[in-house]
C-alpha cells in the first residue's frame, strides 16, 4: 500500500514584489521514498510607467537585453544505496505589462525528484 502527502506552500512579500510558491510530494511504496518538489519564485525587478500603452512597444525597442535564459539539468546516482536525485532548474526574465506599468520579472522554477530507499530515509 502506497503512502502519499502532498504540502503546498505559497509565499508573497509585503510588497509584493516576491512570490514562492512549492508543491512537495511525498511517496512511499515498496520499500522506497519518492520525493517530488516543484518551486517557483518570482520576484519584480523593476517597473516602469509608460504615458500609454502603445508607448509600450517602442520602449521595449530601446532595452538593452537581459541574459538568455539559463536551464540546467543535474543528476546523482549513490552508488552504494542506489539512491537517485535528478534536478532541472530554469532561471531567466520576462516583462508583464500591466494598464501602463511594464514590470519585469526574474523567475526561477526548479522540479527536483529523489528516489531512496525508505529504510534510508528513517534514519
Known sequence: MALREITVRSLTSHD???RDCLVTEFMRQ???MTKVARRCTYRIVSRVTVP???DSIAWAKDL???PDRQ???HKDVDPHSGDERVTYKVLGYLYVVVD???LCVSFRH???MSVESADASCE
Open 110 to 112: 526548479v522540479l527536483s
Open 71 to 73: 536551464v540546467y539539468v
Open 52 to 54: 500609454s500603452l502603445q
Open 64 to 66: 538593452d537585453p537581459l
Open 100 to 102: 501602463r506599468e511594464v
Open 30 to 32: 515498496a520499500g522506497m
Open 16 to 18: 509584493r514584489l516576491n
